[in-house]
Nanobody
């Protein structure tokens, strides 16, 4: 089993920054990919960023490129999402996800087996 616990969400003004963390436990070293998703009220869950653990490469959704950075500390089994220049449209519940084997698509929620409970990010204009 894998457990994922997010933290670091909060309320900021537009242009501000937040750093999300995801503490992983269990058989997390087997994960092929770890990702951040978000879900705004009334909308579907969308991928934000993914990191492939076997080669430490990453992918970003178009609307966060240049503003968000995904990283991980493998020694501490922790995934991070640094979010800069936040916009009101970034407001959502942010989830950490992990899976193995490799997902068919980096941002398909159904390809991920394990999920955290989410942390709320609210950006005011």
């Amino acid at each position: 089993q894998v457990q994922l616990v997010e933290s670091g969400g909060g309320s900021v003004e537009a242009g501000g920054s937040l750093r999300l963390s995801c503490a992983a436990s269990g058989y997390i070293n087997s994960a092929s990919a770890m990702a951040w998703f978000r879900q705004a009220p009334g909308q579907g869950r969308e991928g934000v960023a993914v990191i492939y653990t076997y080669d430490n490469t990453w992918r970003y959704a178009e609307d966060v490129k240049g503003r968000f950075t995904i990283s991980r500390d493998s020694a501490k089994n922790t995934l991070f999402l640094q979010m800069n220049n936040l916009k009101p449209e970034d407001t959502a519940l942010y989830y950490c996800a992990a899976t193995w084997p490799l997902p068919r698509s980096p941002f398909h929620p159904s390809d991920y087996k394990y999920w955290g409970q989410g942390t709320q990010v609210t950006v005011s204009s």
